[in-house]
């Protein structure tokens, strides 16, 4: 947990060498595994399992942030997403051409990702007139609001049928939609959502937010602006959720309601659950499950002697399962393990 | 009553106003210039009942889940899959024994019991958390609305009611006059649907003297006010919980009989219904029954005003409505700050 790490970086004097040496071994591990991925798997696995999964990944990083650090989950987030691929399909080109405007990628994508934003700062800052339970209802709300109005309008959603044919700019002269470009692509910017969250998690903006989650009252006696960090934070989330959404309309080209719908809006929960709401590495953890999950389900289910359309059974009772004996979800599992290992097992407490 | 006319003066005048000008619209003729504005009155009159009585299914699926939370503060989001699930019961009671009337009773039980289940063995465990409480509910709804796929399937069914309650009824509510022999036209409107309307006032009526007039109605409210207090007096609280679980889920249980009914049933209708509770508590007031009933009343009319005046935006009116008590009275139309 957040809280509990600060204490030991400010009180322990400053590790020797440059940054680049204090960076964990684990992450170095990772992240040539990572840059390495394109000589060990197909393209399949590359774009629909890697690609799709850091996009689920940054939107569900966006409501762990807000979960985990100022203590709001909103199930917003992925209507967010939909609005910025909305946005980007409306202003740049798609295969509606009487509706896209048809505008330049470097005017529509910046475009896109302010209305995003201005649209999830809105959606917050009436999320933040209520608290704990009554957040996620109201953004639950919200999220179907967006879903049906999105399904109704023609005029500038297109209704039913959404968009189809959202490309990604010929940027470089490189296909951004072939498989090792759009791996790399989503690679990039789920860093760049993970590097920013963990670093506006040590700020000083974060460290106030995580003062507003665990003692709003005496934050206030503080001094601080309680409502305006809440929103403040509720911008910073739909920028990462605006920037995963569209690259999730790259991915499959087009956008539609149902992209935004309340099953969408439930699974970027659920898979932020399963990672872990307390470390921004448990969003990716759990998007990648439930994309393994999700792709290869069929071959399981059959396996299992059931039909491929008991997906939704397999990821609710799975998800069932994780909440129920570990709120932490995965990582909270990994650190309950951890934590047994180092117990000693004849004398209990805390081994050598 | 009296506190808020001497508070609000304006305000009253401007309410007094509205529902007079609403009882004219409802008895009187509508004369021309009012037809060519609004439409014919028989549309009105229609859209009118059927929002009154689509409020009253969504005031049975409402009361119970706001009476759960208003107590335990227990959000169960698996309250529209109980719905549904009392429906399919409800379809197959009423088409294996042949009696309409029996599948509420046994409905009733049948999803009592689930809720009794879902309070022991789930949030008894987790009491306090709200986090825990609503993901594992949400994953309850997922489970059950698969398992309910299942066993279902994807067609919709409907509950058909007796014969002596099917075929419209003529109601002593004018829609017009007769050109020629200056005879006035009175409204039909299906039985059935004033049936489970009369049927919600007597479940709402009956809540409020249980609540308001009774020895386990008096636990209730105090476990409202102070838990802690009351556990402290000596009461079972776990038992009144399971009581008042028990009771909550049943009703939502009949509502799917009842929605089964005059709706159908298919998937899909557990989170429409969710969300439909959800937006009525928030509206009318978390905890609050009365707050219920209204909230249920306006959502029920603006869906069908809506749907016959604005039929594109249908949908979008109720969370504009809900969006609109949210900035300007937080805690609900009828809601305890």
């Known amino acids: 947990m957040a809280v509990t790490d600060l204490p030991r970086g400010l009180t322990q004097e400053r590790p020797r060498g440059t940054w680049v040496e204090r960076i964990p071994v684990a992450y170095w591990v990772v992240g040539v595994i990572l840059v390495l991925m394109p000589l060990l798997a197909n393209d399949f696995i590359l774009y629909q399992v890697f690609g799709w999964a850091f996009i689920l990944g940054m939107i569900a990083l966006s409501l762990m942030f807000l979960a985990g650090y100022g203590g709001m989950v909103s199930l917003v987030q992925m209507s967010v997403a939909g609005m910025a691929g909305y946005m980007v399909a409306i202003f740049g080109t798609s295969a509606i051409d009487t509706i896209s405007l048809g505008w330049a990628w470097y005017v529509a994508i910046p475009v896109a990702i302010l209305v995003a934003v201005i649209f999830g700062t809105l959606a917050g800052a009436l999320a933040v007139r209520t608290e704990g339970i009554y957040t996620i209802m109201i953004t639950l709300a919200i999220a179907s609001a967006f879903f049906y109005f999105t399904r109704q309008n023609y005029i500038i959603f297109n209704g039913f049928s959404g968009f189809n044919g959202v490309l990604p700019p010929q940027l470089f002269g490189v296909d951004w939609r072939e498989a090792v470009p759009f791996y790399y692509l989503t690679l990039f910017w789920a860093f760049v959502a993970y590097c920013a969250v963990l670093y506006v998690s040590r700020a000083p903006f974060g460290l106030a937010l995580q003062g507003v989650r665990d003692n709003p009252r005496r934050m206030r006696a503080l001094g601080f602006n309680v409502t305006a960090h809440r929103i403040a934070a509720y911008s910073f989330a739909a920028a990462i959720a605006g920037v995963a959404g569209i690259l999730l309309t790259w991915q499959s080209a087009q956008i539609s309601p149902g992209t935004a719908g309340v099953g969408p809006v439930i699974d970027i929960l659920i898979i932020a659950v399963v990672g872990g709401l307390r470390h921004p590495v448990g969003p990716f953890i759990g998007a990648l499950i439930y994309v393994v999950l999700s792709t290869f389900a069929i071959d399981i289910l059959v396996g299992l002697g059931l039909g491929a359309e008991r997906f939704r059974l397999l990821i609710g009772l799975g998800f069932l399962l994780i909440v129920f004996f570990s709120p932490d979800g995965v990582l909270g599992l990994y650190r309950q393990w951890r934590e047994s290992r180092r117990r000693d097992p004849l004398a209990g407490g805390d081994g050598p | ?337």
């Open chain 2, 1 to 337: 009553m009296r506190r808020f006319v001497d508070r609000n003066p304006f305000w009253s005048l401007v309410i007094l106003i509205i529902i007079a000008a609403l009882v004219w619209a409802i008895f009187a003729v509508w004369p021309k210039w009012l037809v060519e504005i609004v439409g014919r009155k028989k549309i009105f009159l229609n859209a009118l009942f059927n929002g009154i009585t689509l409020g009253a299914l969504y005031f049975l699926v409402a009361s119970g889940f706001t009476l759960i939370f208003g107590l335990m503060r227990n959000v169960n989001l698996a309250h529209g899959s109980l719905y549904l699930f009392g429906g399919y019961l409800g379809y197959e009671i009423a088409e294996g024994t042949g009696y309409w009337l029996l599948a509420f009773p046994i409905t009733f039980l049948i999803v009592a019991a689930l809720g009794v289940l879902l309070q022991i063995v789930v949030f008894r465990r987790m009491e306090g958390q709200d986090l825990r409480q609503t993901l594992v509910t949400i994953g309850i709804s997922i489970v059950l609305a698969d398992l309910m796929l299942w066993i279902w399937g994807g067609d919709f069914y409907q509950v058909l009611p007796p014969e002596w309650l099917s075929g419209p009824v003529e109601t002593f509510f004018v829609t017009g006059v007769k050109r020629r022999t200056a005879e006035l036209i009175y409204l039909k409107y299906p039985l059935v649907r004033l049936a489970i309307l009369a049927a919600a006032i007597v479940i709402g009526v009956g809540m409020w003297l249980l609540l308001n007039r009774t020895r386990i109605g008096m636990l209730i409210r105090a476990g409202v006010d102070d838990r802690e207090m009351l556990t402290a007096t000596g009461v079972n609280i776990q038992l009144v919980f399971v009581g008042v679980f028990a009771f909550g889920a049943g009703l939502a249980g009949v509502a799917g009989v009842v929605g089964g009914t005059f709706q159908s049933m298919a998937p899909g209708e557990d989170t429409r219904f969710l969300l439909a509770s959800l937006v009525v508590v928030i509206v009318g007031g978390m905890g609050s029954i009365p707050g219920a009933a209204l909230g249920a009343l306006l959502i029920g009319l603006a869906e069908q005003f809506g749907s016959v005046y604005m039929p594109t935006y249908a949908v979008v009116l109720t969370f504009l409505i809900m969006v609109l008590v949210l900035a300007f009275r937080p805690q609900g139309i009828l809601g305890q700050a």
